[in-house]
């Protein structure tokens, strides 16, 4: 017969897993919050760097209207990692919750803790789900974002 030290445990470890797993998945996504908000800074710095010139030619202004398309793209991008980092933030505090729930019910063990716990589980998961959505919208509109630059240099060779 297993001592309840080592129930409690093994019902923890899948909360426990799945808060590890979701801070993995933060921590790339924060990464890529730096990599956007860096290029928005980017592309702003090289509008103001043409809207500095004394003469702006048709390629300049060009370039503008591709730089200020990228950013309003940039910025719904930026909109889907934040909604990614917020569901995985939500599944890590719901994780979190029903980790505590099982230690509490390994002194008073109740169905309708049981029901709780398991709710708390299932709608973490759920919350990590929604995150990788946002986040696979997020990784399509990169591309997007990235065909719009390279556009512009197919332009500039022909």
């Keep these: 017969m297993e001592t309840p030290i080592v129930q409690l445990i093994q019902g923890m470890l899948a909360p426990g897993l ?4 979701c801070g993995l998945l ?5 990464n890529k919050y ?5 290029r928005i800074r ?14 702006i030619d048709e390629t300049d202004s060009n370039r503008l209207s591709n730089i200020e398309l ?6 719904g991008r930026i909109s ?10 939500l599944g890590v505090t719901l994780f979190i ?15 309708t803790f049981d029901w709780l716990i398991v709710s708390f589980f299932y709608a973490g ?28 240099v197919h332009k500039a060779v022909d």
């Design 18 to 21: 799945m808060i590890s797993a």
């Design 70 to 75: 990228q950013i309003s793209h940039l910025i």
């Design 97 to 111: 919750v029903s980790s505590v729930l099982i230690g509490v019910t390994i002194n008073t063990p109740t169905v």
């Design 34 to 38: 730096s990599l956007v908000v860096n």
């Design 125 to 152: 998961m759920f919350a990590v789900f929604v995150g990788i959505i946002f986040a696979a919208i997020e990784v399509w509109k990169g591309y997007r974002i990235l065909k719009i630059e390279i556009s512009e």
């Design 80 to 89: 889907l990692v934040r909604n990614a980092v917020f569901s995985y933030s």
């Design 42 to 55: 980017l592309l702003t710095e090289e509008k103001r760097k043409i809207f500095h010139q004394a003469n």
């Design 26 to 30: 933060l921590l790339g996504m924060n």
